[in-house]
């Protein structure tokens, strides 16, 4: 999907990331929508320096101590041919003690959000940047070799060839110090980008110029008086760039509004929290979906979403279910994933349920003590990081499903709700 520009994105009351209609900045595009490029290296091999070189400005902090790079640093850049991207420096995956193997935690954390990764390679032993590029391809993640410091080798062919020989690619010598070498990253960059990369549509082939669709918004206070949520902007600017008529309501003016139309939407769009609501409402002719279940093709693996979602009738009393969310915030009284989702759950396998939230990056590595995992829309996360998770879960065979589905599956409507993945699959 082509770059949406929105308003200025900010904290709302609770922490969510909502729709301000001030400090207009058209050319801002959210972090979870831009190509992530990782910078993976040992300490010293000039990480830092690449990365300044690579944005132009002093985006981590250099220096000759190693270790220098403590956590991991992202800095949002337009380039020319690619878009939107995030470049993110990481701490070097050779470092010691304790403090290290943390950082070295964080590093590995990051390969999870990776959509390219640039492996900067030495002149010696190569076998931690061989562990590390087997790593990175197990995940497929395209690779971009690169030997820094051109500027200080007087004979860098034998190390290209050991390079080449050791990782089976040969490594691109540049100067992070001269800055030589960056337009060749930069055409490997292009090079390495999936084919499919961008072509990724919130809506997919469910509308198409000339179609009317209705969003049914929330007023509540995760959107409150004046804010939209991130996914509504989204959904309606791409509605917008497909050309389609846009008509938004909220849910109790649904019938109000039908009644003003000269014919059906061809989609209606609403908050899940209302499936059941709208769904009584709808004219027979247009589809139902939800923004949750959008986003869930959009960033994530929706066939496998409606899989996960058949786990919810085995729950028992005994069961434990983990909800994730993307973003961090204080409890709400009215909070989709901690109290309404869960509500709707233990009404259905029992109060005694155990209900595990977490939010953010906190993600357990063992999700074997779950019968489910049910993740929000995950519109602040990349598709890249959602679908480790979603391996994460299915190699560890725990079923995962999404805010959406499962609250469709919980209303008895799935097999009622439209969507679309990638291979522009529908119910």
């Not at 470049?87 to 990776?114: H, N, Q, S, V």
């Not at 919810?312 to 069961?319: F, H, M, V």
Request: with cysteine.
């Amino acid at each position: 999907m082509r770059p949406i520009p929105y308003t200025h994105i900010c904290l709302g009351r609770n922490n969510r990331r909502t729709l301000y209609d001030e400090k207009m900045s058209l050319n801002n595009t959210p972090a979870a929508s831009r190509l992530h490029i990782a910078l993976f290296g040992k300490r010293n091999s000039g990480k830092s320096s690449l990365i300044n070189a690579l944005t132009g400005q002093d985006t981590a902090l250099v220096s000759a101590i190693p270790g220098t790079t403590t956590d991991t640093v992202s800095k949002a850049m337009e380039i020319q041919g690619i878009g939107p991207c995030l470049f993110i420096d990481t701490p070097g995956f050779d470092d010691e003690g304790t403090l290290g193997e943390m950082r070295i935690g964080r590093t590995l954390k990051a390969i999870e959000r990776t959509d390219i990764a640039l492996l900067l390679c030495e002149d010696e032993n190569n076998e931690e940047e061989k562990q590390w590029m087997e790593l990175l391809s197990e995940r497929n993640i395209p690779v971009v070799l690169i030997l820094n410091k051109a500027d200080i080798r007087k004979e860098p062919e034998p190390a290209m060839l050991q390079i080449e020989k050791a990782l089976g690619q040969k490594p691109l010598l540049v100067s992070a110090k001269e800055q030589t070498g960056m337009e060749r990253i930069r055409q490997s960059i292009l090079e390495k980008l999936p084919a499919d990369f961008g072509q990724h549509t919130i809506t997919g082939n469910l509308v198409k110029e000339g179609d009317l669709v209705l969003l049914v918004m929330p007023q509540d206070i995760q959107a409150p008086k004046g804010r939209l949520i991130l996914p509504q902007v989204q959904t309606l600017r791409e509605l917008l760039d497909k050309q389609c008529l846009v008509m938004s309501c909220t849910t109790a003016q649904i019938g109000a509004t039908l009644k003003t139309l000269s014919c059906p939407p061809r989609l209606i769009i609403t908050d899940s929290q209302v499936f059941h609501t709208v769904y009584e409402q709808k004219p027979a002719e247009s589809l139902l979906t939800s923004f949750s279940v959008l986003m869930a093709g959009y960033k994530g693996d929706i066939p496998y979403y409606i899989e996960g979602a058949s786990a919810i009738d085995r729950l028992t009393p005994q069961s434990r279910v983990l909800i994730a969310e993307a973003c961090s915030h204080a409890p709400l009284s009215e909070d989709i994933g901690r109290v309404k989702l869960p509500r709707m759950l233990r009404k259905r396998a029992g109060e005694t349920l155990r209900i595990d939230i977490v939010a953010g990056t906190d993600f357990p590595e063992d999700l074997t003590p779950y019968d489910l995992v049910i993740h929000c829309g995950a519109c602040m996360f990349n598709r890249s990081y959602v679908l480790s998770r979603i391996d994460k879960a299915r190699r560890q065979q725990v079923p995962m499903t999404n805010y959406g589905v499962a609250m469709a599956h919980l209303s008895g409507i799935l097999d009622k709700i439209v969507y679309h993945s990638p291979a522009e699959r529908r119910i």
